[in-house]
């Protein structure tokens, strides 16, 4: 059994800060690429930032500047630290990763269950 359990959401003002930590727990073989994405009300669900087992990273366009993904492998961990944060920021916050297992040969895909960022003054 994986999991993966955000947490470090909350309320924040406009231009604050905000980290973000997952942790992945379970059987794990090994880390393949993690990342953040986030679903804002009424809107579909998107990449926040990536990184992989190496450490390259990706970037939404609108956040590469503000945001910065990091990872450790031998605790398991993906953060996200949030810089300058809007309102538009707004959103439930998805850590995803994929595993490979005791069980499966190949790596799968999980997702959090999510930590909500709301950004207001």
């Known amino acids: 059994q994986v999991q993966l359990v955000e947490s470090g959401g909350g309320l924040v003002q406009p231009g604050g800060s905000l980290r973000l930590s997952c942790t992945v727990s379970?059987?794990?073989?090994?880390?393949?690429?993690m990342g953040w994405y986030r679903q804002a009300p009424g809107k579909e669900r998107e990449l926040v930032a990536s990184?992989?087992?190496?450490?390259?990273?990706n970037y939404a366009d609108s956040m590469k500047d503000r945001f910065t993904i990091s990872r450790d492998n031998a605790r398991k961990t993906v953060a996200l630290q949030m810089n300058s944060l809007k309102p538009e920021d707004t959103a439930v916050y998805y850590c995803n990763a994929y595993v490979r297992s005791l069980w499966t040969s190949n790596y799968v895909n999980y997702w959090g269950k999510g930590t909500l960022v709301t950004i207001s003054s």
């Open positions: 990184i992989s087992s190496s450490g390259g990273t």
């Open positions: 379970g059987s794990i073989v090994s880390l393949g690429i």
